[in-house]
Protein backbone atom coordinates (compact mmCIF):
# COMPACT_ATOMS: atom_id res chain seq x y z
CA UNK A 1 0.00 0.00 0.00
CA UNK A 2 2.71 2.25 0.40
CA UNK A 3 4.28 2.40 -3.46
CA UNK A 4 0.28 2.49 -4.29
CA UNK A 5 -0.21 5.90 -1.77
CA UNK A 6 3.32 7.18 -3.15
CA UNK A 7 2.55 6.88 -6.82
CA UNK A 8 -1.22 8.07 -6.11
CA UNK A 9 0.66 11.31 -4.33
CA UNK A 10 3.32 11.96 -7.17
CA UNK A 11 0.21 11.80 -9.25
CA UNK A 12 -1.56 14.50 -7.49
CA UNK A 13 1.72 16.87 -7.61
CA UNK A 14 1.28 16.10 -11.46
CA UNK A 15 -2.27 17.45 -11.25
CA UNK A 16 -1.96 20.17 -9.27
CA UNK A 17 1.06 21.40 -11.73
CA UNK A 18 -0.33 21.03 -14.77
CA UNK A 19 -3.75 23.03 -14.09
CA UNK A 20 -4.28 26.73 -14.23
CA UNK A 21 -3.41 29.34 -12.06
CA UNK A 22 -7.66 29.92 -11.72
CA UNK A 23 -8.10 26.08 -10.99
CA UNK A 24 -5.27 26.23 -8.16
CA UNK A 25 -6.73 29.20 -6.70
CA UNK A 26 -10.70 27.56 -6.42
CA UNK A 27 -9.09 24.44 -5.05
CA UNK A 28 -7.06 25.77 -2.20
CA UNK A 29 -10.39 28.02 -1.10
CA UNK A 30 -11.55 24.96 -1.01
CA UNK A 31 -9.20 23.41 1.04
CA UNK A 32 -6.69 21.99 -1.04
CA UNK A 33 -3.64 23.03 0.29
CA UNK A 34 -1.40 21.01 -2.13
CA UNK A 35 -3.07 23.44 -4.58
CA UNK A 36 -2.02 26.27 -2.54
CA UNK A 37 1.70 24.99 -2.39
CA UNK A 38 1.77 24.64 -6.00
CA UNK A 39 0.44 28.05 -6.52
CA UNK A 40 2.94 29.54 -4.20
CA UNK A 41 5.65 27.74 -6.00
CA UNK A 42 4.62 28.78 -8.86
CA UNK A 43 4.30 33.00 -8.12
CA UNK A 44 6.71 33.21 -5.41
CA UNK A 45 9.56 35.08 -7.08
CA UNK A 46 7.42 37.94 -9.24
CA UNK A 47 6.48 38.77 -5.63
CA UNK A 48 9.45 37.93 -3.71
CA UNK A 49 10.86 40.63 -6.36
CA UNK A 50 8.00 42.72 -5.80
CA UNK A 51 8.59 43.42 -2.20
CA UNK A 52 12.46 43.08 -2.08
CA UNK A 53 13.42 46.76 -3.01
CA UNK A 54 10.53 48.71 -0.96
CA UNK A 55 10.49 46.19 2.56
CA UNK A 56 13.67 44.29 2.44
CA UNK A 57 14.65 41.19 4.11
CA UNK A 58 13.03 41.74 7.36
CA UNK A 59 9.01 42.45 6.55
CA UNK A 60 9.38 40.73 2.97
CA UNK A 61 8.70 37.23 3.70
CA UNK A 62 5.42 37.91 5.96
CA UNK A 63 4.19 40.34 3.35
CA UNK A 64 4.92 37.56 0.82
CA UNK A 65 2.87 35.47 3.19
CA UNK A 66 -0.33 38.15 3.61
CA UNK A 67 -0.69 38.71 0.14
CA UNK A 68 -1.51 34.84 -0.98
CA UNK A 69 -3.68 34.67 2.06
CA UNK A 70 -5.39 37.99 0.73
CA UNK A 71 -5.90 36.54 -2.78
CA UNK A 72 -7.72 33.75 -1.11
CA UNK A 73 -9.97 36.40 1.13
CA UNK A 74 -10.57 38.22 -2.41
CA UNK A 75 -11.25 35.25 -4.57
CA UNK A 76 -14.58 36.70 -5.08
CA UNK A 77 -13.47 39.64 -6.70
CA UNK A 78 -11.37 37.86 -9.33
CA UNK A 79 -14.06 37.73 -12.05
CA UNK A 80 -11.43 36.85 -15.27
CA UNK A 81 -11.98 40.63 -16.50
CA UNK A 82 -8.03 40.86 -16.09
CA UNK A 83 -5.15 37.76 -15.87
CA UNK A 84 -4.66 35.98 -12.82
CA UNK A 85 -1.11 37.57 -12.65
CA UNK A 86 -2.31 40.86 -13.14
CA UNK A 87 -4.69 40.23 -9.82
CA UNK A 88 -2.35 38.91 -7.96
CA UNK A 89 0.22 41.76 -8.26
CA UNK A 90 -3.22 43.87 -7.48
CA UNK A 91 -3.54 42.01 -4.49
CA UNK A 92 -0.11 42.45 -3.34
CA UNK A 93 0.27 46.37 -4.29
CA UNK A 94 -2.65 46.32 -1.68
CA UNK A 95 -0.76 44.82 1.12
CA UNK A 96 1.97 46.57 0.33
CA UNK A 97 -0.31 50.05 1.32
CA UNK A 98 -1.76 48.68 4.31
CA UNK A 99 2.19 47.92 5.32
CA UNK A 100 3.32 50.97 4.95
CA UNK A 101 0.04 53.27 6.41
CA UNK A 102 -0.16 50.78 9.65
CA UNK A 103 3.48 51.57 9.73
CA UNK A 104 2.51 55.33 10.75
CA UNK A 105 1.75 56.64 14.42
CA UNK A 106 1.23 60.10 13.71
CA UNK A 107 -1.89 59.70 11.59
CA UNK A 108 -0.73 61.71 8.77
CA UNK A 109 -2.28 60.39 5.40
CA UNK A 110 0.42 59.04 2.97
CA UNK A 111 0.10 60.11 -0.45
CA UNK A 112 2.26 57.36 -2.46
CA UNK A 113 2.12 59.70 -5.58
CA UNK A 114 4.26 61.49 -3.62
CA UNK A 115 6.20 59.65 -1.31
CA UNK A 116 8.80 57.65 -1.36
CA UNK A 117 10.20 54.07 0.00
CA UNK A 118 13.16 55.91 1.04
CA UNK A 119 10.68 58.20 3.09
CA UNK A 120 9.58 55.63 5.06
CA UNK A 121 12.70 53.79 6.15
CA UNK A 122 16.45 53.86 5.63
CA UNK A 123 17.13 51.45 2.53
CA UNK A 124 16.20 48.14 4.01
CA UNK A 125 18.79 45.68 2.47
CA UNK A 126 21.95 44.95 0.60
CA UNK A 127 21.24 43.34 -2.21
CA UNK A 128 24.15 42.05 -3.89
CA UNK A 129 24.43 44.11 -7.23
CA UNK A 130 26.80 42.85 -9.13
CA UNK A 131 27.76 46.42 -10.94
CA UNK A 132 27.62 49.99 -9.40
CA UNK A 133 25.09 51.22 -12.32
CA UNK A 134 22.83 48.73 -10.38
CA UNK A 135 23.31 49.60 -7.17
CA UNK A 136 22.69 53.35 -8.18
CA UNK A 137 19.44 52.05 -10.18
CA UNK A 138 18.37 50.52 -6.75
CA UNK A 139 18.66 53.29 -4.34
CA UNK A 140 16.91 56.01 -6.95
CA UNK A 141 14.14 53.51 -7.43
CA UNK A 142 13.64 54.00 -3.67
CA UNK A 143 13.90 57.32 -4.22
CA UNK A 144 11.38 58.36 -6.49
CA UNK A 145 7.48 58.04 -5.22
CA UNK A 146 6.23 54.83 -4.50
CA UNK A 147 3.59 54.37 -7.20
CA UNK A 148 5.83 55.26 -9.70
CA UNK A 149 8.42 53.13 -8.13
CA UNK A 150 6.14 50.25 -8.41
CA UNK A 151 4.89 50.94 -12.51
CA UNK A 152 8.56 50.88 -13.10
CA UNK A 153 9.68 47.97 -11.26
CA UNK A 154 6.63 46.38 -12.70
CA UNK A 155 7.66 47.60 -16.80
CA UNK A 156 11.41 46.48 -16.30
CA UNK A 157 10.81 43.10 -14.19
CA UNK A 158 7.68 41.42 -15.01
CA UNK A 159 7.80 42.85 -18.52
CA UNK A 160 4.12 43.95 -17.95
CA UNK A 161 2.68 46.03 -20.54
CA UNK A 162 0.88 49.02 -19.94
CA UNK A 163 -2.43 47.39 -20.25
CA UNK A 164 -1.62 45.40 -17.27
CA UNK A 165 0.06 48.38 -15.52
CA UNK A 166 -3.50 50.14 -15.55
CA UNK A 167 -5.15 46.71 -14.27
CA UNK A 168 -2.61 46.78 -11.34
CA UNK A 169 -3.40 49.96 -10.22
CA UNK A 170 -6.94 50.54 -11.45
CA UNK A 171 -5.94 53.45 -14.19
CA UNK A 172 -7.14 53.84 -17.45
CA UNK A 173 -4.33 52.55 -20.07
CA UNK A 174 -3.67 55.47 -21.54
CA UNK A 175 -2.72 57.25 -18.00
CA UNK A 176 -0.46 54.19 -17.42
CA UNK A 177 1.64 55.23 -20.64
CA UNK A 178 2.00 57.86 -19.24
CA UNK A 179 2.51 57.20 -16.15
CA UNK A 180 5.74 54.89 -17.24
CA UNK A 181 6.99 57.90 -19.09
CA UNK A 182 7.23 60.28 -15.88
CA UNK A 183 8.52 57.35 -13.55
CA UNK A 184 11.50 57.42 -16.19
CA UNK A 185 11.70 61.08 -15.90
CA UNK A 186 11.19 60.72 -12.21
CA UNK A 187 14.20 57.98 -11.80
CA UNK A 188 16.72 60.00 -14.17
CA UNK A 189 16.32 62.98 -12.16
CA UNK A 190 17.19 60.55 -9.10
CA UNK A 191 20.04 59.19 -10.86
CA UNK A 192 21.41 62.33 -11.76
CA UNK A 193 21.44 63.71 -7.60
CA UNK A 194 22.85 59.75 -6.53
CA UNK A 195 25.49 59.06 -9.38
CA UNK A 196 29.11 59.66 -7.91
CA UNK A 197 30.47 60.75 -11.64
CA UNK A 198 29.36 61.69 -14.66
CA UNK A 199 30.64 58.73 -16.38
CA UNK A 200 28.20 55.89 -14.24
CA UNK A 201 25.20 58.59 -15.04
CA UNK A 202 25.87 58.09 -18.61
CA UNK A 203 26.34 54.40 -18.58
CA UNK A 204 23.31 53.68 -16.16
CA UNK A 205 20.84 56.14 -18.34
CA UNK A 206 22.79 54.97 -21.78
CA UNK A 207 21.65 51.55 -20.42
CA UNK A 208 19.06 51.59 -18.17
CA UNK A 209 16.79 48.43 -19.98
CA UNK A 210 19.92 46.42 -19.76
CA UNK A 211 20.79 47.28 -16.30
CA UNK A 212 17.37 47.37 -14.74
CA UNK A 213 16.47 43.74 -16.52
CA UNK A 214 20.04 42.33 -15.42
CA UNK A 215 19.00 42.97 -11.78
CA UNK A 216 15.79 40.95 -12.03
CA UNK A 217 17.50 37.33 -11.37
CA UNK A 218 19.36 39.09 -8.17
CA UNK A 219 16.61 40.43 -6.68
CA UNK A 220 14.93 36.66 -5.23
CA UNK A 221 16.95 35.24 -2.70
CA UNK A 222 14.34 32.84 -1.08
CA UNK A 223 14.02 32.72 2.75
CA UNK A 224 15.06 29.17 4.13
CA UNK A 225 11.23 28.73 5.90
CA UNK A 226 9.71 29.19 2.30
CA UNK A 227 11.61 26.24 1.18
Known amino acids: MGDLDEALEERSEERSEERSDEALLDAWCGGDRRAGATLFERHYEPIARFFRNKVGDRDGPDLIQ ?79 PLDYQVILELYYWESMTAAEVAAIVSIPEGTARTRIRRAKQLLEQQLGVLADSPAKLESTISRLDDWARRLRAQLVERPEASR
Open 66 to 144: KTFLALVESRERFRGHSSFRTFLFAVARNVLGKHFRTRRRDGERLDFGVTAAHDLGPSPTQILAKHGEQRLLLQALRRI
